[in-house]
Each structure stands twice: as C-alpha cells, then as structure tokens.
C-alpha cells in the first residue's frame, strides 16, 4: 500500500486558545504534519515558514501578516482564521500572465467565481429548506 504525502501545517496564533484548540483538532488528523507556534516568537515563525508548509494557517490580529507570510510562504494555502465568530478566509495565490489582458482576465474570473459562489449559496440554501422537516402550528 502506498502512502500518501504527509501535509504540513504551521499555525500561528496570538491567542493561545485558539491555536492549542486549532493545533489539538489538526493534529488529530490522519496525514497532517502540524507546527503550532506564538505570533510573538518571530524567530520562531520565520524558520517554521522557511520549511516551505503546504498550508499556513494565522490568526488575522494583525492586517500585514497575510503579505509578510506569502514573502515566506508563497506556495502554502494560506488561511485566516480569528477568535471571532466571523468567516475564515482563504488567500489564493495565482500566477497571471504580466500583460494587462492577464489583469483584465483575472479581474474577471473573480466577478464569476462570486456569481457562482452565489448560485451555489442559494441551491445550498434551497435545498436545506425542502429538507426541513415540517412544523405544525400549536
């Protein structure tokens, strides 16, 4: 049997709750290799990022980080998580021809992807209403 490749993934937390918690689920995962390290320990950070993970995951206390960490990480799935109950975010890095039909052409691709995403919202939404069980009134 073969095995599959081992994912690595560095979590980088300010809050320590949060990224126990995220490094105590993750690394209950068969197959993902995880580095959970204090935002504040940025030596620490720095060489975790130069190993080059798959994913990085952070916690977004800090507007800059994303940026700084795809200087170190620039292949890794990069996702933005907070102590909130907001959204995750992922960032996406993709290579565009340089020329401005490449900008144009990405601009592009993104007011589709959001219809679709939309489309897909509501089929979802949809779906879980014809799923609801019925509620009869007192």
Do not use: N
Request: hydrophobic share 45%; proline share 5%; charged share 30%.
């Amino acid at each position: 049997m073969v095995e599959s490749r081992r994912v690595s993934v560095v979590v980088l937390y300010a809050h320590p709750l949060l990224g126990e918690g995220i490094d105590r689920i993750l690394s209950s995962e068969q197959g993902f290799d995880v580095t959970c390290i204090a935002k504040a320990a940025v030596d620490h950070a720095e060489r975790a990022l130069a190993t080059q993970p798959d994913v990085v995951i952070v916690e977004r206390s800090d507007p800059l980080a994303a940026v700084d960490i795809l200087k170190f990480a620039p292949d890794a799935l990069f996702i933005d998580v907070g102590i909130d109950s907001g959204p995750s975010w992922t960032y996406r890095r993709e290579e565009i021809p340089t020329r401005m039909e490449g900008i144009v052409a990405a601009i592009q691709g993104v007011r589709r992807r959001a219809a679709r995403e939309k489309r897909e919202a509501i089929a979802i939404d949809d779906t879980a209403a014809a799923e609801a069980p019925a509620v009869s009134g007192c």
